[in-house]
């Protein structure tokens, strides 16, 4: 197809990405060498060099493959942001296994699925979140549990300080007793890194096609659905952001480049700028838990930092922190926003705070965090989510799966290196085109330039006496009144127009009236628009990652 939109890219930016002939055991060994003695990762203050991630991680191999598992075997990762995640990650997949990377939240029941689903043998977990596991373990195919304290990897004098701190201070290792399980066997992680440092590696035949991981959709509308994401899949997909990256300019000589990595490696987002991170010698600071603002602030005070992506809620929390303005914001070069929309008032505030403009771009856990981005050489935030990065095409199709013209509203579909050939376990036939495109789901259009306009999710759409609307419009207009907090919108049934909006909103202003903010809606807002419906909320549901959960309140309206 004519990629128009790469006439538009920035200086320096290759219109085209050829296949990369390198499966990721390739690309670890590379870069682990290449920046050896570079810091790669710190968490709560312990910090660790790409050799020495280098050497834990074929200690971990060699034990997996002691196991004596099959050859592409599950193998769960159920785990926050802490040293030991990365390590086990390589681990594994230099072992010759295949990923799952588990939601550490997940209830029983949504781990007992994806453990059975992705038929996982082996589980590495973290001891506070051994609850969940405790009433499923012998309703699922896992052999071997190796359970990790939080300290494990935070040296012996600290790491035993926040062990026990957790435990009996903090109260955060709920009781669990995995002994009930006759079919598996439990290992300490630090038995692990002990008997794998005197076991022999041996290193696999993996293709750059071979299945690297079965990743997990956030599953909001049901249960999650499993991706299959081969080898080449991630390593292009780090390929494609590196390449979009090209103008930031930034050398060697110029110092290390530091990512906070505030949102969970489960997530897709981070997992792929993680390793974005790894294939440029980045130094990645960990942040365990985001929703704690205040240490994540302290945080930032105490660390040099030049890249910071997050999701809309997680920039709009920082920036109500009362310290965070005064943070110093002279090395921090790139905020990228993704996951879920980025809304212009938090953007136009971001800039304000930091003097760094919001980089909006998008993808799906389908495409390994990879789709559109607006180019980094943009000074103001364009409320699209870009033009298409190298190696992606994008079309804009209607119900019948007719590509529409240039400014046509339809659904996104996307085809590229980058994109999953399927689901795990599932009929596949229905979310591709004859083509090849992946239909996302997404709604929107592209402009004459390339950039798209991602207006909301397909089934999130409200349709009000026969006109659409688009809930992220609205809630970007409620967003600029200044006594607003945060807020979301829903469709409700409504007999005289079909649906009708409702607002939910999040206010520290008692003042705040909901006929206030009507009247408001009505000068910024169509009628159709407009919410006929206004309730005022403490909090806003949201998931792990911090995604407004659109169907919770959607639950909640119908049950009022």
């Not at 990721?24 to 968490?43: E, I, Q, Y």
Request: hydrophobic share 40%; aromatic share 8%.
């Amino acid at each position: 197809m004519n990629k128009f939109w790469t006439e538009k890219y920035p200086e320096g930016v290759a219109k085209e990405l050829p296949y990369v002939d390198q499966s990721l055991n390739d690309f670890f060994d590379d870069v682990l060498v290449k920046f050896a003695p570079r810091k790669f990762m710190t968490n709560m203050g312990v910090s660790y060099t790409y050799q020495q991630v280098d050497q834990i991680a074929t200690s971990i191999a060699a034990w997996i493959q002691n196991l004596g598992l099959p050859a592409g075997s599950s193998v769960g990762v159920m785990m926050p942001n802490v040293n030991q995640y990365l390590p086990i990650v390589i681990g594994t997949l230099r072992a010759g296994m295949v990923l799952t990377l588990i939601n550490p939240l997940y209830t029983s029941r949504e781990l007992k699925h994806q453990l059975n689903d992705a038929d996982a043998k082996l589980l590495f977990i973290l001891e506070p979140f051994c609850h969940s596991l405790d009433p499923i373990i012998d309703k699922t195919p896992v052999e071997t549990v190796v359970v990790s304290a939080i300290g494990d990897m935070l040296g012996t004098a600290k790491g035993t300080v926040v062990n026990l701190a957790a435990k009996y201070i903090k109260k955060a290792v709920p009781k669990y007793d995995l002994s009930g399980c006759t079919n598996c066997t439990e290992v300490s992680f630090k038995t692990v890194l002990q008997k794998g440092g005197q076991l022999r590696y041996t290193r696999p035949e993996i293709k750059p096609d071979d299945l690297a991981m079965i990743q997990y959709t956030g599953g909001t509308t049901g249960m999650a659905k499993g991706i299959l994401i081969s080898h080449h899949n991630v390593v292009y997909g780090t390929k494609q952001y590196s390449e979009w990256f090209k103008p930031l300019k930034y050398t060697d000589n110029d110092g290390q480049l530091t990512s906070v990595i505030a949102l969970p490696m489960y997530h897709i987002f981070a997992f792929i700028i993680s390793l974005l991170g790894l294939r440029t010698g980045q130094h990645l600071l960990l942040v365990t838990n985001p929703r704690d603002i205040n240490a994540f602030v302290k945080l930032l005070a105490k660390e040099e930092f030049h890249l910071l992506p997050a999701v809309n809620t997680l920039f709009q929390a920082l920036l109500n922190h009362p310290k965070f303005k005064d943070l110093d914001f002279s090395n921090l070069k790139l905020s990228l926003a993704g996951g879920m929309a980025a809304t212009p008032e938090m953007a136009r505030k971001w800039l304000d705070t930091t003097g760094v403009t919001i980089i909006e771009g998008w993808g799906m856990s389908e495409t390994l965090g990879v789709g559109t981005a607006n180019p980094l050489t943009n000074k103001n935030f364009t409320g699209t989510i870009g033009m298409p990065v190298p190696g992606v095409e994008i079309v804009i199709l209607d119900d019948d799966e007719n590509k529409l013209e240039i400014g046509e509203v339809g659904e996104i579909a996307i085809k590229g290196m980058n994109v999953i050939k399927g689901y795990h376990n599932l009929d596949n036939s229905k979310f591709f085109t004859e083509d090849g495109y992946l239909k996302t789901g997404d709604v929107g259009s592209i402009d004459a330039e390339g950039y798209v306009k991602l207006l909301d999710r397909k089934k999130d759409m409200i349709i009000v006496s026969g006109f659409n609307v688009y809930p992220n419009e609205v809630e970007g207009v409620v967003e600029m009144h200044p006594k607003v907090k945060e807020c979301s919108v829903v469709g409700v049934d409504d007999e005289q127009q079909g649906q009708a909006v409702k607002l939910y909103v999040v206010t520290d202003d008692k003042s705040l009236k909901k006929e206030e903010l009507i009247e408001f809606c009505k000068k910024n807002l169509s009628g159709y628009k407009c919410p006929r419906h206004v309730e005022f909320i403490d909090e806003l549901p949201k998931s792990t990652v911090g995604k407004i959960l659109r169907h919770e309140l959607r639950k909640q309206a119908a049950e009022a």
